[in-house]
T-cell receptor, first 111, second 115 residues
């Protein structure tokens, strides 16, 4: 499975954009990049996913580099409720699509 | 979005007893469900893949006789921790998807404390 690398932690001021980077240099051509987040003591919440093109939904935007070796999750206007651990995951095709979670990035949004 | 319900949210039991955790997909049929375990300040670790109507597939190092998984219907999977011991205390989380290559939806987790 393609491995991902994320910073351990990041801080962001409330109302500002939070940009969370992820490296996935061994990603294969048909593997998707998924982002989930986990608020303390809860199950992970799906945020967004993409293959090649940039994606946007009501929660966030996902920017994937042209070579697909890295991506950035953007929360356009972070709030205190966005404080969570954010996981960038490369989902393999086939094999049951098991999602393997790395250590993620602890995002702390502060006033 | 799709909802996955997990019950109970918290359970405390005595050492040596068995505990059953239920995972239900409320508004879709889940051919596959996954069970994860998470220790404090660590990431989620996949324990097993549960396929409806067949035996679960366990990850390396996970004891299948200790963590019994049943996926008898398209909306329900259960995880039974048999003869629980304090080292089994953890946060257990299930997830489900409709079909292959679709996104996973997660339950809210079960905090198991074994005394």
């Amino acid at each position: 499975d393609a491995k991902t690398t994320q910073p351990t932690s990041m801080d962001c001021a409330e109302g500002r954009a939070a940009n969370l980077p992820c490296n996935h240099s061994t990603i294969s051509g048909n593997e998707y990049v998924y982002w989930y987040r986990q608020i303390h003591s809860q199950g992970p919440q799906y945020i967004i996913h993409g293959l090649k093109n940039n994606e946007t939904n009501e929660m966030a935007s996902l920017i994937i580099t042209e070579d697909r070796k890295s991506s950035t999750l953007i929360l356009p206007h972070a709030t205190l409720r966005d404080t969570a651990v954010y996981y960038c995951i490369v989902r393999p095709t086939g094999g049951g699509n098991k999602l393997t979670f790395g250590t993620g990035t602890q995002l702390k949004v502060e006033l | 979005g799709a909802v996955v319900s997990q019950h109970p949210s918290r359970v405390i039991c005595k050492s040596g007893t068995s505990v059953k955790i239920e995972c239900r997909s409320l508004d879709f049929q889940a051919t596959t469900m996954f069970w994860y375990r998470q220790f404090p300040k660590q990431s989620l670790m996949l324990m097993a893949t549960s396929n409806e109507g067949s035996k679960a597939t366990y990850e390396q190092g996970v004891e299948k006789d200790k963590f019994l998984i049943n996926h008898a219907s398209l909306t329900l999977s259960t995880l039974t921790v048999t003869s629980a011991h304090p080292e089994d205390s953890s946060f257990y989380i299930c997830s489900a998807r409709r079909r292959e290559n679709e996104k996973l939806f997660f339950g809210s987790g079960t905090q198991l404390s074994v005394l």
